[in-house]
């Protein structure tokens, strides 16, 4: 019986029992743990490029499950393979794409300018979500067919400015107060 003299049928017993279990569920892990991220919460990533400006936007992912490695140059590279040794480690990013499509989420592009388009188009074309260094692509057509790419794939993406990305550029934009106006 319920609390108000009513009988409770088998099907509201198991919905009430079913909501109790997914409320534990869905409990924040900062509830059942010391605040760490389960592993389920991490990407899968790949970088391409992890030499010079690479090896920083390597550092940058250190808290995901960076899954492969990819350099042309491996002896340049070796530093960074034996930061990550589970990584697996590639010479050309269309093998690294290839072999671990199902497995990778993101892949991370630090190559020479000329050919971010290139790799860019290859992983958002596979799903892959990305994040680039600049510039993006050497024409417009070229950030058109990028744009339009990550449209049809839905995917997120991401180009990596950091002079933008200090506080120097945001207090001289507030102490300078420029105002842009259109003429009529």
Same mark, same amino acid.
């Given at each position: 019986?319920? *609390?108000? +003299?009513?009988?409770?049928?088998?099907?509201?017993?198991?919905?009430?029992?079913?909501?109790?279990?997914?409320?534990?569920?869905?409990? =924040?892990?900062?509830?059942?743990?010391?605040?760490?991220? =389960?592993?389920?919460?991490?990407?899968?990533? /790949?970088?391409?490029?992890?030499?010079?400006?690479?090896?920083?936007?390597?550092?940058?992912?250190?808290?995901?499950?960076?899954?492969?490695?990819?350099?042309?140059?491996?002896?340049?590279? +070796?530093?960074?393979?034996? !930061?990550? =040794?589970?990584?697996?480690?590639?010479?050309?990013?269309?093998?690294?794409?290839?072999?671990?499509?199902?497995?990778? *989420?993101?892949?991370?592009?630090?190559?020479?300018?000329?050919?971010?388009?290139?790799?860019?188009? *290859?992983?958002?074309?596979? +799903?892959?979500?990305?994040?680039?260094?600049?510039?993006?692509?050497?024409?417009? /057509?070229?950030?058109?067919?990028?744009?339009?790419? !990550?449209?049809?794939?839905?995917?997120?993406?991401?180009?990596?400015?950091?002079?933008?990305?200090?506080?120097?550029?945001?207090?001289?934009?507030?102490?300078?107060?420029?105002?842009?106006?259109?003429?009529?």
């Amino acid at each position: 019986m319920g *609390d108000n +003299g009513m009988k409770t049928s088998r099907r509201q017993f198991v919905k009430a029992a079913g909501t109790a279990i997914g409320a534990f569920t869905i409990v =924040p892990r900062h509830v059942l743990g010391r605040g760490q991220r =389960p592993p389920s919460e991490k990407l899968n990533i /790949g970088c391409v490029g992890i030499t010079g400006r690479g090896s920083a936007n390597l550092n940058g992912v250190k808290g995901e499950n960076v899954i492969a490695l990819c350099d042309v140059d491996t002896r340049r590279a +070796g530093e960074a393979f034996d !930061a990550f =040794p589970q990584a697996k480690k590639y010479r050309d990013y269309r093998k690294m794409l290839d072999a671990l499509e199902r497995d990778l *989420d993101a892949v991370v592009v630090s190559t020479p300018d000329h050919t971010h388009a290139v790799v860019l188009m *290859d992983a958002m074309r596979r +799903g892959k979500h990305v994040y680039s260094e600049k510039p993006l692509a050497h024409s417009i /057509g070229e950030v058109r067919a990028l744009r339009k790419a !990550a449209h049809e794939h839905k995917v997120v993406t991401q180009l990596g400015n950091q002079g933008h990305s200090f506080n120097d550029i945001h207090t001289f934009w507030n102490r300078t107060k420029v105002r842009i106006t259109t003429l009529p």
